[in-house]
């Protein structure tokens, strides 16, 4: 990786300690101006919002778009990244804006900024979208160009720009759904058009978009790589980036996890280097997931899922069936544990049946 590149985002900072709120932004000296000068100068000068979306060419289900095609448009830009939880949440939501208010002057851009190496690659992210139906406009900010330019530091954020091409709104963080379609039909009154329905759209996310238990929600994100892992126990530690044979832990203490098997463990990711490797983690959630990816394309790798040591059962997650049996096709995030109810402490243990699977995060809701 090149030494000068800036760090890459993380989730992690951001989920521990920021309060998610609506942040109306300073126009500073702007609103000194007369209003026709204003208007007149916003005219004339391009908006630095929606000029950073011509940062990056690369772009799905929408030829380009700058300011001057979004000029007069009321815009949400979302950044998210294909492998997050977090994103993935917000998706519906996303969705339905841009259904109800669309016709009406809103454009919902997605700015897909990676968190891991695998959404850098424009097949990956095309078949993302492809798979979760994401329709509105997505641009590519492999680099963290727009990420940069708009001071971005959360997956997902929101961004909310009138029609005068100003951020009048800016939204870390899932929930407050509600201050957010307030803030776009307020944006929207302010733009010619005719009545839309000042009801709020009634939401739902299915399997891993499902919202998340935010009660029973024990379990905080825990990195394999060890670039960012923490939360490990490995007798004898981790050895990197080479091939070690690692050995359960006798007690896995809630909200830690250990690995078992032939594996390499990597910055970013850990490598089952053999058939029957392990990774084992004790957490208080109704959902756990994980990312995961199998090393080489066309080279799915099959697992094998135990809760408490038997099979999920009624408890199996979106990519699970009931007897604990799944794949690992493409690089993504794998929802493997769906609890009913109650919410209790539970061991969860992966076997991958095949070697080369590589394995990222957990993440949990």
Not at 195 to 219: K, M, N
């Amino acid at each position: 990786m090149d030494p000068v590149s800036p760090p890459r985002p993380s989730r992690r900072g951001w989920l521990k300690g920021a309060a998610a709120g609506l942040i109306p932004l300073s126009l500073g000296g702007a609103l000194a101006l007369p209003p026709a000068r204003r208007a007149l100068a916003r005219a004339l000068q391009p908006s630095p919002a929606l000029a950073a979306l011509s940062l990056s060419s690369q772009w799905l289900n929408s030829p380009p778009l700058d300011a001057q095609a979004l000029q007069g448009k009321v815009v949400v830009v979302c950044f998210w990244t294909y492998s997050c939880i977090n994103s993935l949440r917000v998706l519906p939501y996303l969705k339905a804006w841009q259904a109800r208010y669309g016709g009406r002057g809103l454009v919902v851009v997605g700015v897909h900024t990676p968190e891991f190496r695998f959404e850098t690659e424009l097949a990956n992210v095309r078949q993302a979208v492809k798979d979760l139906d994401v329709q509105f406009p997505v641009v590519l900010d492999g680099d963290r160009r727009i990420w940069s330019a708009l001071g971005n530091n959360a997956w997902p954020s929101f961004h909310f720009i009138g029609g005068d091409g100003l951020i009048q709104g800016h939204i870390d963080g899932e929930e407050r759904y509600d201050h957010s379609e307030r803030l776009i039909q307020k944006l929207l009154e302010q733009t010619d058009g005719p009545a839309f329905p000042r009801e709020l759209s009634s939401v739902s996310g299915i399997g891993p978009q499902a919202a998340a238990d935010w009660r029973e929600l024990g379990s905080g994100e825990s990195y394999i790589g060890y670039a960012q892992a923490d939360a490990f126990i490995l007798p004898g530690g981790v050895r990197r980036d080479v091939e070690q044979s690692y050995y359960p832990p006798r007690l896995l203490p809630l909200n830690r996890w250990s690995l078992s098997g032939g594996w390499t463990v990597g910055e970013e990711f850990a490598t089952a280097d053999a058939p029957g490797g392990k990774i084992a983690h004790c957490f208080h959630a109704r959902d756990l997931h994980m990312v995961l990816a199998p090393s080489a394309p066309n080279r799915p790798v099959t697992f094998r899922v135990r809760i408490d040591g038997a099979p999920p059962g009624a408890d199996h997650g979106w990519d699970v069936a009931a007897d604990g049996s799944g794949t690992v096709q493409r690089p993504r995030m794998y929802q493997l544990v769906r609890q009913a109810r109650p919410v209790i402490d539970r061991t969860f243990e992966i076997q991958f049946l095949d070697p080369g699977v590589r394995a990222y995060v957990f993440t949990f809701g």
